[in-house]
């Protein structure tokens, strides 16, 4: 006897998302189907529908809840204790540690690019950035240009990007993060 199909009340959005996170990792976007997805979840496309109208949209809400991890990292880093010296040296290494602990969501995020998506990530992306900014220039002592904040931000993308694939985690090159994180708080002040 073959295992029941969930019916479109059993599946949640959950499981959904759930399932298609699993094939963006593994696959390129254009490999992914609705009906990859139904297979693996063990129901019918149609029902997927029910939840979600089309791929694009379960892939923004994927990217949403990275954007908000990465998002929360850099609050949790702004509100809490030390100077503020010390706060941007953690925003910059938290920065380049959620990267290089979620490669594989860190390239959906910022490094894939693709019609299908591109409008909703990168709004999502934008948002992110924009608080990346703000932040930084709240704990500058001094009134930053735009152009070195954003200099600073591709510099720690340029880092991850150099280190994914090479490394499992931050912590394989913990001392090269504080390295480059030191070298960027000390060229902003």
């Given at each position: 006897?073959?295992?029941?199909?969930?019916?479109?009340?059993?599946?949640?959005?959950?499981?959904?998302?759930?399932?298609?996170?699993?094939?963006?990792?593994?696959?390129?976007?254009?490999?992914?189907?609705m009906r990859s997805i139904a297979k693996e979840v063990g129901c019918?496309?149609?029902?997927?529908?029910?939840?979600?109208?089309?791929?694009?949209?379960?892939?923004?809400a994927i990217l949403g809840d990275y954007f908000s991890e990465l998002n929360n990292t850099l609050d949790e880093t702004v509100n809490g204790p030390g100077?503020?010296?010390?706060k941007?040296?953690?925003?910059?290494?938290?920065?380049?540690?959620?990267?290089?602990?979620?490669?594989s969501q860190y390239e959906l995020m910022f490094m894939m690019r693709d019609?299908?998506?591109?409008?909703?990530?990168?709004e999502a992306a934008n948002l992110s950035y924009q608080k990346f900014a703000q932040s930084?220039?709240?704990l500058s002592k001094t009134e930053l240009l735009l152009s070195d904040i954003h200099s600073t931000f591709i510099a720690l993308h340029g880092?991850?990007?150099?280190?994914?694939?090479?490394?499992?985690?931050?912590?394989?090159?913990?001392?090269?993060v504080d390295v480059h994180a030191k070298f960027l708080v000390k060229a902003l002040i």
């Open positions: 006897m073959s295992p029941r199909k969930p019916s479109t009340k059993d599946l949640t959005k959950e499981m959904i998302i759930n399932e298609a996170h699993k094939q963006f990792i593994t696959k390129d976007f254009h490999q992914v189907s019918s496309h149609g029902a997927i529908y029910y939840h979600f109208k089309n791929k694009a949209e379960i892939f923004y100077d503020n010296n010390t941007l040296l953690n925003v910059f290494v938290g920065y380049m540690a959620f990267g290089l602990n979620n490669q019609s299908e998506v591109d409008g909703l990530s990168q930084v220039q709240f880092f991850v990007a150099h280190y994914r694939h090479y490394v499992k985690n931050y912590e394989e090159v913990k001392e090269a």
